[in-house]
């Protein structure tokens, strides 16, 4: 649709519009949703029957989503089966549509009276998305004030002194209401006693001034008015550690000046100062490093590459739903290694759920046809798909039906021959989809493989007795599956000299997290040497039964490519394995530093790493900006008390974490001033997390806030850092303002 459909469908969206939301067991819910006037938040109310318990418990201020955690609309078929919804996107005639979430929500099915209706919500949805993608930081930042003013405004669309208070509350700024009046009497231009949108901005800029930066800005701005090109040009070479010439330096006075006046006249205000150290060119991230930035020629084995554990659980490895969506959010969020675990079952069809277990069953075909729709939505390079053979040679028959007959032409079909050398490059392997899985000998129809089975490690009482009766120690491969197999075939690891004298550099084993522990302390550099020329992958032991973490620096630091995490997770090691795939266009790519991958070069990572490597990153924790209440608290129920945890991730001898003081009583605008030093040997492989906690002295402190990124993607000098959820939700305008120096 045109950009005016796209508004058109916009302003519809704001009226009140009657849905059935679909839920499990065929059961609909009767809905009403609307758009806010803030054009970000969707708020929906119960039907007066049939009200979904779970929504009917929701307060009515949680009875909303927001645009910005959407990550895919699309009109859908849906069929309901006994259990669950499943649901196809569809170009043709259809009431429904489908909303799939960044975070854990569940995929939201609406189905409306008309299917009008529906591709006007469709089409409204996506025109927002696309209008988020292009803000400026001047187009957020009205976008805020706008939030903020919607979300407390009265009937006449105004803030009274009673209103803006409940206002600053949720942004955690507390003053006292004889205060607000004061401010409202001042700024009240009509004399209406409340405050008006226009109004309330003039408020939010006075409320949001930060003496910190008024002095950074004095400091280069010589006559304390407005700084200069030449001025700004000083502040970013010195400061900012940036190579800055006069013509991109007026290019950012154009940029970030809000007062034509001053611009006009080529300068920069404080507020236009504040605005470009809150933007892209401003953060701690280096935002060229948002496209594909690195040699993508060099073999697959020199890369590290997101990947996930199960991908098909979307909870705990015991009694949770197995499901399709498990793969389409691990894509969605640039992974590139999935997880099958395929068994026999009914007429016929193979069924992927982890075995043993009591976890639910999603059929194999189902799974393979959302990896087709979804495989190279996020990024365009290779998707291994590892497959856990558990099936008769019956069914394997159908594996490999569904696998050439729905991912056709995009199945690799590079030959693995015994004069290879080294693995292809991601470039080479461009939209192409990569089966691993053991493989016959050559002119072998069908022989007795080992079953290397990682769902038969679980640590579970009920587990190992279900183990114990059904597992076989081999099982037969099917030639028609085995033929699949080319670039990435699964062997055993014995040992690093056995791996030396017969692997291949197609050749890639599976190696569980206790013995790799242990080769990493005393092998280190062996570790490293293999994986130069082989692929590893790093699975967790049995006993995380809840679905909990490894730590992935430990494997990254060995040249471990393939480190496996679920993505279903929400913890600091999700943070961290999302922090170091930020790069590189978040194509779930990113090179291995070079002594990591030159033969030439030996390197142990566990210790002795040379002096030429060692640098030092400071960093002043300056202050903190609108940060929010800790997630399961009332917002703004108290304000909070913020401390700032930063920690560096990467070779043994570099993890390391400090801590400021809290401050009490402020989420608005607490102030730190505290200094931190973080000797690094080897800064090419650390990775640096922000973590903003609330002090609690009875219990586990909350977070507030977080972001983790590379040491290699980290911008030097003032610096913003833009604070996410937990569960990676952006949290604007919450920040931390920091400066950095890495020497």
């Not at 979300?151 to 105004?158: E, L, V, W």
């Not at 075939?489 to 084993?509: G, K, L, M």
């Not at 507030?704 to 610096?719: A, D, N, T, W």
């Amino acid at each position: 649709m045109s950009k005016m459909d796209g508004e058109s469908c916009v302003s519809k969206m704001a009226v009140w519009c009657p849905m059935r939301k679909v839920r499990e067991g065929r059961k609909k819910y009767r809905r009403k949703y609307r758009l806010r006037k803030d054009m970000e938040t969707v708020e929906y109310t119960a039907g007066m029957q049939q009200k979904c318990r779970s929504c009917a418990k929701r307060p009515p201020e949680e009875q909303k989503f927001e645009i910005s955690n959407i990550v895919e609309v699309f009109l859908s078929k849906l069929t309901l089966l006994s259990s669950r919804v499943d649901r196809e996107s569809v170009a043709g005639s259809t009431k429904t549509f489908s909303i799939y979430f960044k975070d854990q929500t569940p995929v939201l099915d609406l189905e409306c009276s008309k299917e009008d209706t529906a591709r006007t919500w469709v089409h409204g949805i996506q025109h927002l998305m696309r209008t988020r993608r292009k803000e400026t930081i001047l187009d957020k930042r009205k976008r805020w004030i706008s939030e903020y003013f919607h979300s407390g405004k009265n009937a006449d669309d105004r803030l009274e002194s009673k209103e803006a208070k409940a206002v600053l509350t949720q942004m955690n700024l507390h003053i006292e209401e004889s205060q607000i009046d004061t401010v409202i009497q001042k700024l009240d231009a009509d004399q209406t006693g409340a405050l008006n949108l226009e109004e309330f901005t003039k408020f939010y800029n006075a409320m949001t001034s930060r003496e910190e930066i008024e002095q950074l800005f004095d400091k280069y701005a010589v006559d304390g008015e407005n700084m200069k090109v030449h001025e700004l040009m000083t502040f970013i070479s010195q400061e900012q550690k940036v190579t800055v010439d006069a013509k991109s330096c007026h290019q950012l006075l154009e940029k970030f000046e809000p007062s034509s006046e001053v611009n006009k006249n080529n300068l920069l205000s404080l507020e236009g100062f504040t605005l470009y150290l809150q933007s892209a060119e401003g953060d701690i991230f280096n935002h060229a490093h948002d496209q594909v930035y690195q040699d993508m020629t060099q073999p697959l084995s020199h890369y590290f590459i997101a990947s996930s554990h199960n991908t098909y659980l979307l909870e705990d490895q015991l009694r949770g739903p197995s499901s399709k969506e498990g793969y389409v959010r691990a894509l969605q969020k640039g992974c590139r290694f999935l997880e099958l675990d395929c068994w026999d079952g009914d007429d016929g069809e193979p069924v992927i759920y982890h075995g043993y277990t009591l976890t639910s069953k999603v059929l194999f075909r189902e799974v393979i046809e959302a990896i087709g729709r979804y495989a190279f939505k996020a990024s365009p390079y290779p998707v291994f798909l590892s497959l856990e053979n558990h099936c008769s040679v019956v069914q394997q028959r159908t594996l490999a039906d569904h696998l050439v007959n729905i991912l056709g032409d995009s199945l690799c079909k590079i030959p693995a021959t015994s004069d290879m050398t080294e693995l292809p490059s991601p470039k080479r392997l461009h939209g192409k989809i990569i089966v691993k899985n053991k493989k016959l000998k050559r002119n072998i129809a069908e022989d007795d493989v080992s079953d290397e089975d990682e769902a038969a490690e679980t640590e579970d009482t009920e587990v190992q007795e279900r183990v114990q009766k059904e597992k076989k120690k081999t099982i037969k491969l099917a030639k028609e599956l085995s033929d699949l197999v080319n670039i990435c075939e699964a062997v055993h690891f014995h040992s690093f000299e056995h791996s030396r004298e017969n692997d291949r550099p197609y050749n890639i084993s599976s190696i569980k997290e206790g013995k790799a522990n242990g080769l990493v302390e005393d092998q280190a550099a062996d570790f490293i040497d293999h994986t130069k020329r082989q692929l590893v992958k790093i699975y967790p032991s049995g006993g995380r039964v809840d679905s909990s973490n490894i730590d992935p620096h430990v494997y990254w630091a060995a040249g471990c490519q393939i480190v496996a995490l679920n993505y279903q997770t929400v913890c600091d090691q999700m943070d961290l394995n999302l922090g170091l795939f930020r790069q590189n266009g978040r194509c779930g790519y990113v090179l291995k530093p070079q002594p990591l991958r030159d033969e030439r070069l030996k390197l142990d990572t566990s210790k002795n790493i040379p002096e030429k490597y060692k640098k030092t990153l400071k960093i002043k924790v300056i202050s903190g900006f609108q940060l929010p209440t800790p997630e399961g608290e009332a917002s703004g129920s108290s304000a909070v008390d913020p401390y700032v945890k930063v920690e560096v991730y990467g070779v043994p001898a570099d993890c390391a974490e400090r801590e400021t003081d809290w401050v009490k009583n402020n989420g608005f605008h607490p102030v730190w001033n505290c200094d931190m030093s973080f000797p690094l040997t080897f800064p090419d492989l650390a990775l640096l997390r922000f973590e903003v906690k609330e002090h609690d002295r009875l219990s586990d402190s909350e977070t507030i806030g977080q972001f983790s990124l590379p040491v290699s993607s980290m911008q030097q000098g003032y610096r913003h850092v833009h604070l996410l959820s937990k569960d990676q939700g952006d949290l604007s305008p919450a920040a931390l303002f920091v400066h950095i120096s890495l020497q």
